[in-house]
């Protein structure tokens, strides 16, 4: 059972343009991370989110945590080369064990 | 140490033989816990470890996967009698405390596995 959904599985994009991606569950998750991986590498957190509504911006990313704490999204702006990797949620909850559990991914490829 | 680190980065078996993988966790963290991710695809959980007891090993593909960790320190996953569909990068990650709230994960890079 894939507890975390996301979309689209693949994007291929130009350089400069703006993106999303969604992360969806019909859990409720106490907190939800977002983490980038580069081939042949670990994921890296990239942020945490813990409050229903919450948002954060990283420089050119902004990430919102669902109102009912369901459902994230990542949002980039002026998507660059570098930002091309496996984008995964991760969420994680008391009926989870306190253990996060990944969602499916998003491979993002940005073109120059 | 200063990161997570794996060995082997890379290992190639037989069907049938049994393997082990292992990760040595960043030094003091208490949280240690393994993924395996197929290519391109998201991080699938196996275990993990709080200290040295794991308290839910249903995560596990089969009986021929087992783990453990001894010292609160290393951990070794051992696959035996290897299948083909065995076949995926193992992530070893750790974190200093169990449980979710602030807590950050660090993930090693990954053993990948070939089963021929």
């Known amino acids: 059972t894939q507890l975390l959904e996301q979309s689209p599985q693949f994007l291929s994009i130009q350089e400069g343009e703006n993106l999303t991606v969604y992360c969806n569950s019909s859990?409720?998750?106490?907190?939800l991370q977002w983490y980038r991986q580069e081939p042949g590498e670990g994921p890296v957190l990239l942020v945490t989110?813990?409050?229903?509504?919450e948002v954060k911006k990283l420089k050119r990313l902004t990430f919102q945590f669902g109102d009912a704490r369901k459902d994230s999204s990542l949002h980039i702006t002026a998507a660059q080369t570098g930002d091309t990797g496996l984008y995964l949620c991760?969420?994680?909850?008391?009926?989870?064990?306190?253990?996060?559990?990944f969602g499916t991914g998003t491979s993002l490829t940005v073109i120059p | 140490g200063a990161g997570v680190s794996q060995s082997p980065s890379n290992k190639v078996t037989e069907k049938g033989k049994d393997v082990e993988l292992r990760c040595d966790p960043i030094?003091?963290?208490?949280?240690l816990y393994w993924y395996r991710q197929s290519l391109g695809q998201g991080l699938e959980f196996l275990i993990y470890?709080?200290?040295?007891?794991?308290?839910?090993k249903s995560g596990l593909p089969s009986d021929r996967f087992s783990a453990e960790r001894t010292g609160g320190s290393v951990s070794t996953l051992t696959i035996q009698r290897t299948q083909q569909e065995d076949s995926a990068v193992y992530l070893c990650?750790?974190?200093?405390?169990?449980?979710?709230?602030?807590?950050?994960?660090?993930f090693g890079e990954g053993s990948w596995l070939t089963v021929v």
């Open positions: 990650a750790s974190s200093l405390l169990l449980g979710y709230s602030g807590n950050t994960i660090y």
């Open positions: 859990s409720v998750f106490s907190s």
């Open positions: 989110v813990v409050t229903g509504g």
């Open positions: 991760a969420g994680a909850s008391w009926n989870t064990g306190n253990q996060f559990y």
């Open positions: 030094s003091g963290h208490t949280a």
């Open positions: 470890f709080q200290g040295n007891s794991a308290p839910d």
